[in-house]
């Protein structure tokens, strides 16, 4: 696993880079889910490909900006599911943003995840690795090599709330949830990145992320195997859960490598207040 962490923080020195320095307009593509892709992300999907295409372990590489998986080595043993550039489109107004990575042995359900990471590029370039040995955060350094900070561990209960999604278009089983925990003396914050979002809520002890069905995106906004499975293993593997609002986030299979699924991620607590509002205790 170590030669794919290393991969993941090469391209990241590359990618925070291009974040800087290169062209942030509008490509004239789409990417499979429809979105117009800014010339960024097709930008830091090339340089993870360049830096993954090397290393003979890996069988196949997913990138949310591709269409479908692009095949690498025959015996190797990790599909790797990627975006590149989560959030891309906050660049252009100098907030944090993202690359998520899921590495799956198999195929790309939720139970066959081996070990995920993230970066998250902000006024710090931090990464964080969930596999067996758990939770662990790097910073980038000025030398361009990422050290090592801190074990990360949710507690059972955690004061903060980022609701995603069209409120007017939550059901009203969700506002009442949402608002609950505004009434317990949550705290919103919600800056429409998922990797600063979860990464503020897993170092500040624990919280709740959603990002319901709502009427007008009823499967939900975020993808499965490049965002929603990743980050569910990383808060399991941190003392947290996920759920897609009906059982285990990570025991759903995906039909096509771009489905999308309601989630919400957070500690203990929170995770047992969204069962209840959403009718499964
Ligand atoms: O996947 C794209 C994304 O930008 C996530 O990073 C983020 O959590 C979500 O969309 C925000 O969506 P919305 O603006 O609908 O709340």
């Known amino acids: 696993m170590q030669e794919i962490y290393n991969a993941i923080q090469t391209a990241a020195v590359k990618i925070d880079y291009a974040i800087k320095h290169e062209d942030k307009g509008y490509s ?66 100098n907030l944090s943003v993202g690359s998520i990575f899921g590495i799956y042995k198999g195929d790309y359900s939720g139970q066959n995840l081996v070990a995920s990471a993230y970066v998250v590029y902000g006024p710090r370039v931090e990464m964080v690795t969930a596999d067996s040995d758990g939770v662990t955060m790097y910073r980038l350094e000025p030398d ?42 949550y705290r919103l914050r919600y800056s429409g990145g998922m990797v600063p979002d979860l990464h503020q809520i897993l170092l500040k002890g624990g919280g709740i992320f959603s990002y319901p069905a709502t009427t007008d995106v009823p499967k939900g906004k ?52 969204v069962r209840s509002a959403y009718g499964n205790r």
């Open 222 to 273: 975020l993808r499965m195997t490049f965002e929603v499975f990743p980050f569910a293993f990383i808060y399991e593997c941190a003392g947290g859960e996920a759920t897609d609002g009906k059982g285990r986030i990570l025991d759903l299979v995906p039909e096509h490598i771009h489905d999308t699924t309601p989630c919400f991620f957070g500690s203990k607590e929170e995770i047992k207040k």
């Open 144 to 185: 361009n090599t990422f050290a090592f900070v801190q074990e990360i561990r949710l507690n059972e209960k955690g004061k903060l709330n980022a609701p995603g999604g069209t409120q007017r278009y939550w059901p009203p089983h969700h506002k009442a949830l949402i608002e609950s925990f505004f009434e317990e003396g």
């Open 28 to 93: 004239e593509n789409q990417n499979a889910t429809g979105d117009t892709q800014l010339k960024l992300d097709i930008q830091c999907d090339k340089i993870v490909e360049e830096i993954f295409t090397p290393i003979t372990r890996i069988k196949e590489l997913a990138s949310e900006e591709k269409e479908a998986p692009h095949p690498l080595y025959e015996a190797g043993e990790y599909l790797i599911a990627y975006d590149p550039l989560d959030g891309s489109s906050l660049a252009d107004v």
